[in-house]
T-cell receptor, first 113, second 116 residues
Framework: QKEVEQDPGPLSVPEGAIVSLNCTYS??????FMWYRQYSRKGPELLMY????GNKEDGRFTAQVDKSSKYISLFIRDSQPSDSATYLCAMSDGSGNTGKLIFGQGTTLQVKP | SQTIHQWPATLVQPVGSPLSLECTVEGTSNPNLYWYRQAAGRGLQLLFYSVGIGQISSEVPQNLSASRPQDRQFILSSKKLLLSDSGFYLC???????????????FGDGTRLSIL
């Protein structure tokens, strides 16, 4: 079983839809959670960073963490064609000094105009 | 602000040739540095990481090596490339020595390597 599971998609939605992207994980020690967006032929860029459980909102993006269920989500409101990309979740327990993160496989999102 | 540079953006090399990919970070000191490979439609595979000059940890046995000759310079090398070395190579950095708080990683724009 992988430490982090993420549905690879692709996920196709019409413009303006609410998108829900999800990751599940097995290590209960994870407490730092990140979402990255990766456009084709580019490096991943950090979208959201959250600590422990709860919600964090930034514009049209909301990150949600449910540690009891070992489940994290990224919601995109009013999705735009420019949101078409691969979204990767990443997480860490924060221990050690290596800074290593555990990444999901990524979900490919296509927003159709 | 911090920036990360990776070059070249695209590289086509014959099997058996050597490789050197370079990554530099600006605007920070003593960062943690990482090399990843990303196969088409796949996730990120961590190849090497470094917490300081001359300190390299390898995550997977392979045909590649890494070096960190300066604080903000990270180099990925191979003496003889294999067909299986083709892929998208990404360099990343994060703040070092942050105790128990995890720091996000910040990525360069990658090198697309094709082996012929």
């Amino acid at each position: 079983q992988k430490e982090v599971e993420q549905d690879p998609g692709p996920l196709s939605v019409p413009e303006g839809a609410i998108v829900s992207l999800n990751c599940t994980y097995s290590n209960s020690a994870f407490q730092y959670f990140m979402w990255y967006r990766q456009y084709s032929r580019k490096g991943p860029e950090l979208l959201m960073y959250t600590y422990s459980s709860g919600n964090k909102e930034d514009g049209r993006f909301t990150a949600q963490v449910d540690k009891s269920s070992k489940y994290i989500s990224l919601f995109i409101r009013d999705s735009q064609p420019s949101d078409s990309a691969t979204y990767l979740c990443a997480m860490s327990d924060g221990s050690g000094n290596t800074g290593k993160l555990i990444f999901g496989q990524g979900t490919t999102l296509q927003v159709k105009p | 602000s911090q920036t990360i540079h990776q070059w070249p953006a695209t590289l086509v090399q014959p099997v058996g040739s050597p490789l050197s990919l370079e990554c530099t970070v600006e605007g920070t000191s003593n960062p943690n540095l990482y090399w990843y490979r990303q196969a088409a439609g796949r996730g990120l595979q961590l190849l090497f990481y470094s917490v300081g000059i001359g300190q390299i940890s390898s995550e997977v046995p392979q045909n590649l090596s890494a070096s960190r000759p300066q604080d903000r310079q990270f180099i990925l090398s191979s003496k003889k490339l294999l067909l299986s070395d083709s892929g998208f190579y990404l360099c990343a950095w994060s703040e070092g020595l942050t105790g128990e708080r995890a720091q996000p990683q910040h990525f360069g724009d990658g090198t697309r390597l094709s082996i012929l």
